[in-house]
């Protein structure tokens, strides 16, 4: 009996998967060839808008000019996305030791998102302007930033009254009820929140690039498009869009996944249905 249940979980988990896999497969293929048809049809020159065979072509000539650009940004990224995940755990956990320090300092990291980083990213970077990679950081941390801090607030501040009371029964330390219930109990919120993070810090990395007009041989992807679109080589422009939406993809997937593995052994969330 418990054989024939395993079976068909194994069944079910497979149709889930080939049905998360195949969906957007085909409709991605679908939205290229209308693509296709619509640039055939009006005979759309490649300034305008190029087919996708052209920019695949092109994606696949430049490969070598915009993957290396593309690994500058990801390198931003990856160090913006470490100092949010550090710092936003951090002052959540800070947030839930006392409600006065949540109130005082809780609206600055609301203000901190909501103020546009395209404004304010010219200052960091001459203030930073012997150090550009650096504010580069900065500026994608901060677009990276709140949504750890917000998440992780809500997950700690959302455990449950009846295992909290039990805890203050049996006299737990405040360190004792953070590391053994609220820290386990804000882990879905934590990693709902690297996902959103994630895919921000490659946008704000982008984003301060542009700001940034770095070029050279340290360019970043940001520098790659916009050198495509003043001169006009939109295929080109395209292959460095699509190479910057592939890694914002990748991102996103490989944080799920890694939230799948942590929680699917126990969390409603991840576990599969075993109807």
Known sequence: MLFIRRYKLQKISKKVISAD??????IGILALVLWDI???VNHLPPYI???PILVFQTLIRDWNDLFSSLLITLQITVFAFIAAVISG???AILFTQ???IERSLYPYAVILQTTPIVAIAPLIILWLKNNTFAALVVCAWIVAFFPIVSNTTLGLNSVDRNLLNLFQLYKASRWQTLLYLRLPSAMPYFLGGLKISGGLALIGAVVAEFVAGTGGANSGIAYRILISSYNLQIPRMFAALFLTTGSGVLIFVSLS?????????????????EK
């Open 21 to 26: 896999i195949y969906a957007p497969l085909a």
């Open 38 to 40: 619509v640039v055939r």
């Open 49 to 51: 808008l190029p087919g």
């Open 89 to 91: 755990l951090l002052i």
């Open 98 to 100: 006392s409600k006065w």
């Open 257 to 273: 996944t890694l939230s799948d593995l942590i929680l699917r052994k126990w969390h409603e969330s991840a576990m599969k249905d």
